[in-house]
Structures are given as structure tokens and as C-alpha cells.
């Protein structure tokens, strides 16, 4: 049995499957015909979803699953090789809904795993009936781009990849802090995974932890290696983990707006993401602006990442070679809008699957 047990609401069931790439942890809920799978973000697990889950089930429609990713959760660690961008995630992925032998379904990726559901959506079509992308990362990965067509700031990607990560959040993530001090990672999810003064329920809040602190910290997982650079702020990418997968030198998801099987999309972000945004405030641009980091080289440079600029004109050109999708930003809001506006984005979704 799962060391997280306890952490499982009424309904939701954990499960394991081999797949013929990883075993993989899941949990499942509802007895509907029509498929969900969910796919949960960085430094996170499967278990932000219950509650998602549990609404979807009492519909009576569908048949929820949550993935944990390589690496987060109880899902197998396995390394992860980061010049293939994300594509080790998505092809779990395709391993993981084939082992199950799932019909044709739906498919909704918050943070890392939105750029997880569109890698997938390129590379492994024919599935899916829509694609939901909540808070989803740039197309151009996170960090060290300016402009909205993902212009690189440096030839080497310096400003993305493993050395993006605080080293004292990392530590604390793998000795386990349960802490509540200011630099904890429950205050960092307080702070950025939602919008202040949002607070999850005691007993949510102590699920949520959990499922952070559940990410494994190894060099080939998270954060990732770095290498040294002459360009500021000083490192970059690796060729390992999470982080370095997220890079722009191993990611670019341009290609999304030319796929030839298009389902449709709906994008919901949160009006006040701190992490995911034009001005996000875990990224190098944007630290250097406000004095975090120093020797900032200016904004003709290195700006700060316009992250839902690159992604709405990915999208735009999806529109415009025949995709069709539809964006909607929930005001007073973070990055988790599936928790913090759990309402409004279950009508959302249930409106978008119901009508595909």
C-alpha cells in the first residue's frame, strides 16, 4: 500500500499499471463512458486533482484518471533526458492510456503538464476528442526567450534549465519540511500555486503539501544539472530533469499549430498567476528587473518572458490553419484555478468535454 493512503479522499481509488515504458500511479473515480485523464504540474502529484475528480465523477458521465508523472508522486523514478524536451513525459503518457486500452478521450494539462498534453497532441494523434490546457507553460519553454515567437536571449539558453530552481526550496522538498517559515514549501505553494490570501482547507492544504514534497529530488529529475555560462545570469541548461525538459533549447512547441489532427482546445488561466505569466516572478528576467538578481542586462536583452503572449499567438496560428480554441481568464486567481475557482472551471470543463 501507498505510504500516502491517508491522503485519499472517499471515491478516489490509487491504482498501478506497467507500462511497457514505467509503472505508473493513478487514481480513478467515477463510472462514466466518457474518459478524462488529468496530468498535474511541477513540483506536484496527482493528488491536486481529487477533488476535481470527485466533482467530474458525480456528474455520471465520465471516468476520471490522474497520472503521476515519472519522478512525482508513486510513479517509477526514472531520469529524465532532457534534450528530448518534454517528450519523455508524453510518451509515458501514451504508454500509460494504452495500457488501459482507453477509447478515444479527453485531456487536460495544468503548468508543466499542459506542455505535457501538447507534446502529446503532436506527436500521438488520433486520441483525443479535447484538449484543456490550465495554466499551461509557454510553447517555448520557461525562461531565457523574449518576444512572442520565443526569440532566444542567448545562443546558449543562459536564464533557463536546472539553475532556474532556489536551491533552498529544492532542499527543503527533499528532506521532506512540513514547515511554515518563509521560505518553506508550504508557503511557497501558499504564495504562488495560489493567489494570497487564498487558503485550501487544513486538511486540503496538509494533501497538497504532501503531493509537492512527493517530488523526487535526484539529477535526473528535479531540478535538473546546470552548466556554467558567460552570459547572464550565469547558468544554463543541463541535459537532465525537469527543469532542463522545460528549457528553450530542448523545447519548442511551434509545431502544435500545424498538427494535422486538431481537437479542440480551451485555455483557462488565472488573471494573477505568479508563475506562469508575462511577468512572472520565478523567472530570470523578471528578477533581474526588480533588482533579485543582479547585474540585470537590461530589457533589450533579456526581458522578462512574455509566457501567455507566446502561447496565445501558438494558439492564434492553431485558429488560423483551421484549430479552433477558446481562452478564458478567471480574475482574482492564481495558478491553480482548478482549486481555487473549483466552480467555475468544472462548469468550464464539463461545458467544453460535453461539447465535443
Known amino acids: 500500500m501507498s505510504t500516502s493512503a491517508a491522503k485519499f479522499l472517499p471515491g478516489i481509488a490509487q491504482r498501478t499499471v506497467k507500462t511497457e515504458r514505467l509503472t505508473v500511479a493513478y487514481l480513478e473515480a467515477g463510472a462514466g463512458s466518457i474518459p478524462i485523464v488529468l496530468v498535474h504540474g511541477n513540483a506536484s502529484s496527482s493528488l491536486f486533482y481529487q477533488d476535481l475528480m470527485l466533482a467530474l465523477a458525480a456528474v455520471g458521465r465520465y471516468k476520471v484518471y490522474a497520472p503521476d508523472m515519472r519522478g512525482y508522486g508513486d510513479s517509477e523514478l526514472l531520469p529524465v533526458d532532457a534534450t528530448r524536451g518534454v517528450r519523455d513525459y508524453s510518451d509515458d503518457l501514451d504508454a500509460f492510456v494504452r495500457a488501459l486500452n482507453l477509447p478515444p478521450f479527453h485531456l487536460f494539462g495544468w ?98 503539501l504532501s503531493s509537492l514534497l512527493s517530488t523526487k529530488v535526484t539529477p535526473g529529475n528535479y531540478p535538473g544539472d546546470m552548466t556554467p555560462s558567460s552570459n547572464w545570469p550565469s547558468v544554463a541548461p ?41 511577468v512572472s516572478l520565478l523567472e530570470f528576467g523578471t528578477l533581474g528587473q526588480l533588482g533579485v538578481v543582479p547585474d540585470w542586462p537590461g530589457s533589450e536583452v533579456f526581458p522578462p518572458q512574455p509566457m501567455k503572449t507566446q502561447l496565445r499567438a501558438v494558439l492564434d496560428k492553431y485558429r488560423a490553419n483551421g484549430g479552433q480554441y477558446q481562452e478564458v481568464v478567471l480574475p482574482d486567481c492564481g495558478h491553480s484555478p482548478h482549486i481555487e475557482k473549483a466552480a467555475e472551471v468544472l462548469k468550464l470543463l464539463t461545458e467544453f468535454v460535453d461539447a465535443h
Open 238 to 278: 543541463g541535459t537532465q530533469g525537469v527543469n532542463n525538459a522545460l528549457s528553450p533549447k530542448y523545447l519548442n512547441q511551434a509545431d502544435f499549430a500545424t498538427i494535422s489532427d486538431k481537437p479542440p482546445v480551451l485555455w483557462i488561466h488565472g488573471a494573477d498567476d505568479q508563475i506562469v505569466a508575462d
Open 111 to 208: 503548468s508543466l503538464g499542459g506542455n505535457v498534453v501538447m507534446q502529446y497532441a503532436i506527436d500521438h494523434p488520433g486520441l483525443l476528442r479535447s484538449l484543456t490546457l490550465q495554466a499551461a507553460g509557454s510553447p517555448f519553454g520557461y525562461g531565457g526567450t523574449k518576444g512572442a515567437e520565443g526569440t532566444p536571449n542567448w545562443p546558449d539558453y543562459a536564464g533557463s534549465g536546472g539553475g532556474m530552481a532556489n536551491p533552498d526550496f529544492v532542499q527543503r522538498i527533499a528532506r521532506g519540511d512540513r514547515g511554515s517559515d518563509q521560505n518553506s514549501p508550504r508557503t511557497v505553494m501558499n504564495t504562488f500555486y495560489f493567489k494570497p490570501p487564498f487558503r485550501a482547507p487544513a486538511d486540503r492544504e496538509e494533501i497538497y
